[in-house]
């Protein structure tokens, strides 16, 4: 279902605390390209609705010419350009940014990006130039499509502000007076099926004036969230496919666009096709990522051409190129040469914070495919895949939030996605499946609680990371509202709806839980949202809630045992390891069933061979309720197993990056984020580099490294946000040395029993020993 709203108001849209000069026109308008033509369109793939009128919105380039008379002390801008905008000064891009502004709830608000171009205005004469692609705000009803609709036509709201040697300034706006505005060399945009360039039209630019597209959303600043190119990886080897059109290969399943250099006439054409997998006969595919989705350049002819896409991106490892050959290549049509090919990997720009390495090559390279898999779902939201879909799903914005933050720094993007949470929200107070909700699916994908609550335990993660209270203070209303509107769902206390354990590995095909009863996973997310609501009640000084919280959450958790607990088994359900580790972890179980059920959990795994059945919502606590038992011995078995479906069987099967499926299966994504639970455990587990229960923005950390012998040693490090922490162990012959440092900020308990470390460390290094009791 599409849940495009197109917004009608005609009031100017202003953005507080930019200075304003003095007599002169100060607030900018919201110009556009005027459209040709309207079809309207029903809603596609399973989605409900009215269908969306759709206007066939041709790409604007818009230009302003200014004349500079005196020394610039300072120039900045403020610009929003939707669906995307790139912004160039004088012939060149401004910045290195990628689909900015990164998309929103379109309908509530917008994104603007700031610019220094005080070295990039010169005396005289300038030329500013913004062209847009479509992207969320505008999907197009062509090629492939997840969801189709439009918030309205492509259109600038632009602030340039001038400051002279001379104390003077100078304020420049977009208005339909003193711009200009023709349709840009880009043919085609979409975020869905890619992007059509004619270079031809660089040069054959019809000027016309703009007209006015008045919006009313509110515009608020692009901080830390931008997208870049963050890595280039050039094609390693091309190929011959069984039709004789050449496939690059850059050997890397990545989120991304390409970079080509060509050669030929004016008027030729190469096209691009991007794409995960080869079928078997040697073909690119995209039966399963999205088609067609392909990149399309007419050459203007002469010399050597450079071209990339600008707004669009897709997941692929392999290039199929038809209507040129690579350099070097037979050429007997005389099609355009291509001396270059480079894939080009888009992703946020959060920094790197995080470092790890083991003893065991394996666990090394599950280390790496997760990574790239997170890398590529990181863009203005989390992602579940780069290509067909590229959207916001929010069980994984938690599920595997330590597993990124231990990587990454993403407390700007955090806070970016909580804001799309909240627009996202219903007025019943139902948090939808995916933020932002630009589509809603039918059958349990539009509400389920184990999605929705991303909302209640993603702020709470991130405070006690970062230590910034405003990340929960910010949104505790409209939380509330949320744990009111599951309230409104229970029956007994129980909730028992939505998708479960997605994903999880069962007789039947993928997709629903099969192993475990919605109503365990549904009601123990449940009671840990209240839980966690006690200590934000706490936090922002609501003592009541915090009190009505407490006993909600024993009502829940009594409920629940009642309803699900079988004593003579001492097991959850029907005894799917998600059934036990749930409740193990969040605390449901009473104290003296704990043995039984964490039993319970481990005989399912031994029986099975040490072979994983829990899904997209029950592994990372089937991780984490072995790790707190001391039993990281079992998750090496699981994890260190290729011959059954999992980590080491993903990449035994040629993965590159992380899979939607457990097996590896060629019919679903090949780059997926959702199941990289394993990577908390690397850090926090493997190398024992965490906080204390107790603390808040890493002041109290500890180090208690889970010794697996077989791996020998391992080590990692993270910048926190008190700065660098380290630690390394390494066991040779029975004794274990772990060393590292803590930083300036922080304090830390090392606590490695089993082999008779028990100490406490202020900042700065330390080395500490041991052997096996």
């Known amino acids: 279902m599409l849940n495009f709203r197109k917004t009608a108001a005609c009031l100017a849209c202003m953005v507080a605390g930019l200075t304003m000069a003095k007599a002169q026109q100060t607030e900018p308008q919201w110009i556009a390209l005027e459209p040709v033509d309207t079809v309207v369109v029903p809603h596609l793939h399973g989605g409900v609705g009215l269908p969306r009128k759709i206007c066939m919105y041709r790409m604007p380039q818009f230009r302003r010419d200014i004349t500079i008379d005196r020394k610039v002390r300072k120039a900045s801008a403020q610009v929003c350009g939707l669906g995307h905008f790139e912004l160039m000064v004088n012939g060149s891009k401004v910045g290195d940014h990628f689909l900015d502004p990164g998309w929103t709830c379109y309908d509530k608000e917008a994104l603007y990006v700031d610019f220094d171009l005080t070295k990039l205005l010169r005396k005289g004469e300038n030329q500013i130039d913004v062209m847009l692609g479509n992207g969320f705000f505008n999907v197009p009803n062509e090629r492939y499509i997840k969801v189709s609709g439009s918030y309205g036509q492509p259109k600038l709201w632009m602030r340039l502000e001038i400051e002279y040697s001379n104390g003077e300034t100078e304020c420049i706006v977009s208005d339909c007076e003193n711009w200009k505005v023709s349709e840009s060399p880009i043919t085609f945009s979409s975020i869905y099926g890619g992007e059509s360039y004619d270079a031809r039209r660089e040069s054959q630019l019809e000027w016309q004036t703009p007209v006015e597209a008045p919006e009313n959303i509110r515009l608020i600043p692009q901080n830390g969230t931008e997208l870049i190119v963050r890595e280039e990886i050039p094609a390693k080897r091309h190929m011959l496919d069984p039709d004789g059109r050449w496939i690059f290969d850059p050997g890397q399943n990545a989120s991304g666009i390409v970079r080509i250099t060509v050669k030929g006439e004016s008027g030729q054409e190469v096209q691009m096709w991007p794409a995960e997998l080869l079928d078997k006969e040697g073909h690119i595919t995209q039966a399963h990522s999205g088609s067609p989705y392909h990149w399309d350049y007419t050459l203007k002819g002469g010399e050597a051409e450079t071209w990339q896409p600008r707004f669009t991106y897709y997941g692929q490892r392999y290039i199929m190129v038809a209507g040129a050959v690579p350099a070097g290549e037979d050429n007997p049509q005389g099609l355009p040469v291509i001396s270059e090919l480079t894939g080009l990997h888009t992703c946020t720009a959060s920094p790197e914070v995080g470092r790890f390495e083991c003893g065991d090559t394996l666990f090394n390279q599950i280390h790496k495919l997760i990574d790239w898999a997170i890398r590529s779902n990181s863009a203005s939201v989390f992602t579940d895949c780069p290509h067909r879909e590229k959207l916001g799903w ?380």
Not at 466 to 474: N, W
Not at 522 to 544: F, H, P, Q, W
Not at 600 to 621: H, K, M, N, P, V
Not at 708 to 713: A, C, K, T, Y
Request: charged fraction near 20%; include cysteine.
């Open 394 to 773: 929010m069980e994984q914005d938690y599920l595997m939030q330590y597993s990124i933050q231990y990587r990454y720094n993403v407390k700007d993007l955090y806070a970016k996605i909580f804001n799309d949470m909240e627009a996202s929200q219903w007025e019943n107070g139902c948090i939808p499946t995916i933020a932002p909700m630009y589509v809603m699916f039918e059958g349990g994908f539009e509400d389920t609680p184990e999605w929705g609550s991303a909302f209640i335990i993603c702020p709470w993660y991130a405070y006690k990371w970062y230590g910034d209270e405003s990340l929960v203070t910010e949104h505790y209303p409209a939380m509330k509202r949320y744990i009111d509107y599951l309230g409104t769902r229970a029956d007994n206390h129980i909730i028992a709806y939505g998708l479960g354990d997605w994903f999880d590995i069962g007789p039947g095909p993928l997709g629903n839980s099969q192993l475990t009863s919605n109503g365990v996973s549904a009601t123990c997310i449940y009671y840990y949202d209240v839980k966690l609501m006690v200590s934000m009640a706490r936090l922002t000084g609501n003592e009541d809630d915090a009190v009505a919280y407490e006993n909600l959450a024993e009502e829940i958790r009594q409920s629940f045992n009642e309803k699900y607990y079988n004593d003579e088994k001492g097991c959850y359900d029907r005894g799917s390891q998600t059934a036990q580790a749930m409740p193990l972890y969040f605390g449901m179980v009473d104290e003296s069933e704990r043995g039984k059920v964490l039993q319970s959990l481990i005989d399912d795994i031994e029986g099975r061979g040490y072979a994983l059945t829990a899904g997209d919502i029950g592994y990372r606590f089937v991780l984490q309720a072995l790790q707190e038992a001391g039993r990281s011995d079992v998750i090496y078995k699981m994890n260190s197993n290729t011959d059954v479906p999992g980590y080491g069987w993903q990449l035994k099967h040629g993965a590159t990056a992380l899979t939607e499926s457990w097996q590896a299966y060629e019919s679903v994504s090949n780059n997926h984020l959702m199941l990289g639970h394993l990577m908390e455990w690397l850090y926090a587990g493997l190398c024992g580099i965490r906080q204390s229960e107790e603390s808040i923005g890493w002041k109290h950390i500890k180090i208690a490294p889970c010794i697996i012998p077989e791996i020998e040693h391992a080590e990692a490090s993270l910048e926190t946000p008190q700065g660098l922490a380290s630690v390394s162990w390494k066991l040779r012959n029975g004794k274990l040395i772990i060393k590292g440092r803590i930083p300036a900020g922080s304090d830390a308990c090392i606590s490695v029993p089993e082999y008779g470390i028990e100490a406490s460390v202020g900042k700065g290094r330390f080395r500490v020993k041991g052997r096996r009791k």
